[in-house]
DNA sequence: GATGTATTCAACTGACTGGTTGAATACGAA
DNA sequence: TTCGTATTCAACCAGTCAGTTGAATACATC
């Protein structure tokens, strides 16, 4: 049961760790780009841009296409779904936790907004 | 402006990108707990934990209280609204573009759910 | 086939990180 | 004051990671 299910969770939070990779998600919410067009803004060599996508991409961030020898990345958002998912999840747990400990505590407010 | 703005954002993705401090997280979820409570299901040592739990406090993600010798760590769920913020940010970004591309390539299909 | 462009592979390096153990601090209870 | 519990500080270590440069691969064009 769920294989590897934990495990992209996991390369997916580790991927948006790094203010480059970011950047690179970004930039990709507005379309597809090659390698030399995400390393263009970033102070650092194609080589490193090139392993910051390799990094999305075994996170489930991004897909790959091919074009001649161009490799245009593009934004896979069902991986930033399942993260918002994660998060959600707890922090709506939390609220949920909260309010009920309001009621509590101020029996007369149960059904507040 | 925005001094550290983007910094604290930073240091919430660095947080969560450790799954020991994520378990941490779910955990406050259903309620604060001490640092030995929270040290407890992991086989490392509540040194280690203690640790996990200020990196967690400098990235906003909880706050801790006094009680006696005893230092509750409460979540605090505005930093992880946060980071859903900047997900959801570029994810509608890129949902927003994908559907005008497909009413461009499609134009009979404006108004679908 | 030779050249140029886009991308990746490989080896190396310095910095950071998560873990450890041992000592220190803070506080309540006896 | 002494003892026990909760937590943190400090020093250390091994592994990981983001960056580098140089060589290799893949493809289009000349």
Redesign the interface.
């Known amino acids: 049961m769920e294989p590897d299910e934990d495990d992209r969770l996991?390369r997916a939070?580790?991927a948006?760790?790094d203010?480059v990779r970011?950047a690179i998600?970004?930039r990709?919410?507005?379309?597809p780009a090659t390698v030399n067009e995400l390393a263009a803004p970033h102070p650092i060599s194609v080589q490193a841009v090139s392993r910051h996508i390799h990094v999305l991409e075994e996170a489930g961030l991004v897909t790959r296409t091919r074009d001649a020898q161009r490799r245009p990345v593009h934004?896979a958002?069902e991986a930033?779904?399942r993260?918002?998912a994660?998060?959600?999840?707890?922090?709506l747990?939390?609220?949920r936790?909260f309010r009920s400990l309001d009621a509590l505590l101020d029996p007369d407010e149960k059904d507040r907004p």
Chains 1, 2 share one sequence.
Do not use: N
């Open positions: 996991d939070f580790v948006l760790a203010p970011r998600v970004a990709l919410s507005r379309g934004l958002p930033l779904e993260l918002t994660w998060i959600d999840r707890y922090r747990i939390h609220e936790r």
